[in-house]
């Protein structure tokens, strides 16, 4: 939206410029901000960035890196699986498996992992984040007690004894 304020008259003084219609002028000067909440033009932004900066990168840094990250994402993808097919053997359903209990564990602690998903769910689901909180607690817990009980693992990758 545009505002085109009606011609004024400047009065040039020794001690600045005075204007009868100040609001006028701070309106014409106003940064229009409807066209760019209404286009996300910042996240056009953003993409571009990080884009560009993807694009500058050495060739095979990016294939290195690809590849570094490739294993363990495709480690989890297959612990996820596993896990809802053993909650659907147990009886649990695919859907409640997998949402409230595999990615729940895989999410992380409380404040980085259930409250966002808490929130995430609530907001898809059409709950209220309080109800739906005490539903993926138990499972991050579980997920971040189970390493606490492992037996150590010695620092340079040696079998213990």
Sequence with gaps: MTVIAPPMRVAI?????????LAAVGAMLK???EYTKASNV????????????????????LVKSFLKI??????GTVAATVGTLIGVALG??????????VIPI?????????IPL????SEILHHEQGGLFPHVLPPIMLGSMTPSLSPPQPADGAAPG
């Design 92 to 101: 649990l359903g695919a859907y409640q498996t997998f949402f409230f209990i």
């Design 42 to 61: 910042r996240y056009l932004f953003i993409a571009v960035i990080i884009l560009g900066s993807i694009f500058g990168m050495d060739r095979q840094v």
């Design 13 to 21: 003084c020794a001690k600045g410029i005075s204007c009868s219609r």
């Design 70 to 75: 490739f294993v363990p994402h495709a480690a």
């Design 118 to 121: 808490s929130i995430g769910y």
């Design 31 to 33: 940064p229009n901000g």
């Design 106 to 114: 895989m999410a992380g602690g409380v404040g980085e992992g259930a």
